[in-house]
């Protein structure tokens, strides 16, 4: 083996490990290696695999304005107050300039950068339709391998095809909101069909309760939530739990 050859197997046996210590340094730069397709990220994930614990994974989807960034921030402190290690997979369009993410870590949830135990990340889309990246599954592999308890996958917000979240995500939510012009027709191909939970988010505004009504008979579940002021997020945070026994006790996680 040229020495080349052995300084590379060295980095990535020791990303690999500083990744499973949970190093949020390292879990930055595989997810970036990912991103670009670059031989060694696909090397530290094979070293990746093994027994770990299974992190929720959860899927936050809806339309643009809804507040989905708002109430993944209030989400966020709450599972922090149980204990438990929190990262966000934020997907974002892409800038048409650098080709990354328009909207940046240092600009989502600024309250958590200094807890060790949250970890953020935005991603661009790069292309890839149904409001997800391409390195995303891979990007909550890595999150599993290095400890995250709770894995937030926010999608980009384009609208009622963006479903691919439901392939990687043992639970979603779909936010909506009064006053976005969310046709609940339109919405019930997409957004809906594949959510667990809806959440009425902006709920002490006009035309909350309307909408609530008109959508109680499309979905297995529904909470209304005022995520700037933190109400409702108790109950979300039950209706998660909920459904995620129901996944256990089916046996969907892999």
Same mark, same amino acid.
């Given at each position: ?84 290690? @929190?990262? *966000?997979?934020?997907? !974002?369009?892409?800038?048409?300039? $650098?080709?990354? =993410?328009? %909207? ?93 939970? @809806?959440? *009425?988010?902006?709920? !002490?505004?006009?035309?909350?309760? $309307?909408?609530? =009504?008109? %959508? ?39």
């Amino acid at each position: 083996m040229s020495g080349s050859s052995l300084r590379d197997a060295v980095d990535v046996m020791a990303l690999a490990a500083r990744v499973k210590a949970g190093d949020p340094r390292a879990v930055s730069r595989l997810i970036s290696l990912i991103e670009n397709h670059d031989v060694n990220g696909t090397a530290v994930l094979d070293r990746l695999e093994g027994p770990a614990l299974h992190a929720e994974v959860i899927g936050v989807t809806g339309y643009p304005g809804a507040g989905k960034s708002t109430l993944i921030d209030q989400l966020a402190s709450a599972y922090r107050r149980q204990g438990k290690k @929190v990262a *966000v997979v934020a997907v !974002d369009t892409t800038s048409p300039i $650098s080709g990354g =993410a328009i %909207l940046g870590d240092r600009i989502r949830m600024q309250e958590h950068t200094l807890d060790p135990g949250v970890f953020i990340r935005s991603m661009a889309t790069r292309g890839t339709h149904g409001g997800v990246a391409g390195a995303t599954r891979d990007a909550v592999r890595v999150l599993e391998a290095a400890g995250y308890q709770v894995i937030f996958v926010e999608t980009v917000g384009v609208g009622q095809n963006e479903v691919d979240i439901v392939g990687m995500a043992s639970t979603v939510v779909t936010v909506v909101a009064p006053g976005l012009g969310d046709d609940v027709q339109a919405m019930k191909a997409g957004l809906l069909e594949v959510a667990q939970i @809806v959440v *009425v988010n902006k709920a !002490d505004r006009e035309g909350a309760e $309307s909408a609530a =009504a008109d %959508l109680k008979e499309w979905v297995p579940r529904l909470v209304r939530t005022v995520a700037v002021k933190g109400e409702g997020i108790p109950e979300l945070i039950e209706a998660i739990a909920e459904h995620q026994r129901i996944v256990d006790l089916q046996g969907k996680r892999s």
